[in-house]
């Protein structure tokens, strides 16, 4: 099974400051890596995928970039619907896994 | 716009069965693959289990092998969880999503439901 570590476990930021997010696969994944944000008491919702596509209807300041094990999701100035949890996704391996995810925090 | 709209959940004594629906819309559904992700009470994202758009072939995370079957109804647009003999542990939220087209082995998720919540008693 592929573990994926994600860090920091909380971020603490300001509105309008830059996040940058980790996620390291125990294995490659080469690019098949999703990164998903969630809200308290919504679904999650799919930011990234393929490492660095953003997915439909997503903003230009969330971007993603990595490959094989390291992976980095970045947000380039926080909005105030930012602060949420993120999670990571390897796409390719059985079993699929999840980060266990960075929460974005008001600072 | 692409719906997912699970039911079926309940509380139910271990040991116990339930049988969780989704009914999808706006999108072929035979044309894609399909997957439930759940999540425990305060914790993160764990997929359960994937089944190609096909039907013909399914994939469990090994802590429900051989007690949930994950099956799917294209004449009715329809994903399904039979879940046996329940545990303690699979208390969650239990969320369906659609996973990647027919041709593609890239299994992420870009729609989710909004999810059914099964609770199992000890």
């Known amino acids: 099974e592929i573990v994926l570590t994600q860090s920091p476990g909380t971020l603490s930021l300001s509105p309008g400051e830059r996040a940058t997010l980790s996620c390291r696969a125990s294995?490659?994944?080469?690019?098949?890596l999703a990164w998903y944000q969630q809200k308290p008491g919504q679904a999650p919702r799919l930011l990234i995928y393929?490492?660095?596509n953003r997915a439909t209807g997503i903003p230009a300041r969330f971007s993603g970039s990595g490959s094989g094990t390291d992976f980095t999701l970045t947000i380039s100035s926080l909005e105030p619907e930012d602060f949420a949890v993120y999670y990571c996704?390897?796409?390719?391996?059985?079993?699929?896994?999840f980060g266990g995810g960075t929460k974005v925090e008001i600072k | 716009e692409v719906q997912l709209l699970e039911s079926g959940g309940d509380l139910v004594q271990a040991g116990g069965s339930l049988r969780l629906s989704c009914a999808a819309s706006?999108?072929?559904?035979?044309?894609?693959?399909m997957a439930w992700v759940r999540q425990a009470p305060g914790k993160g994202l764990e997929w359960v289990s994937g089944?190609?758009?096909?039907?013909?072939?399914?994939y469990y995370t090994d802590s429900v092998k051989g007690r949930f079957t994950i099956s799917k109804d294209s004449s009715k647009n329809t994903l399904h969880l039979q879940m046996n003999s329940l545990r303690a542990e699979d208390t969650a939220l239990y969320y369906c999503?659609?996973?990647?087209?027919?041709?593609?082995?890239?299994?992420?998720?870009?729609?989710w439901g909004r999810g059914t919540l099964v609770t199992v008693s000890s």
């Open positions: 999503a659609r996973g990647p087209p027919a041709g593609s082995s890239d299994w992420h998720f870009d729609y």
């Open positions: 706006e999108f072929i559904f035979s044309n894609y693959a």
């Open positions: 089944i190609t758009f096909s039907g013909g072939t399914t």
């Open positions: 294995q490659s994944v080469d690019s098949y």
């Open positions: 393929d490492a660095s």
């Open positions: 996704q390897q796409c390719t391996n059985w079993p699929l896994t």
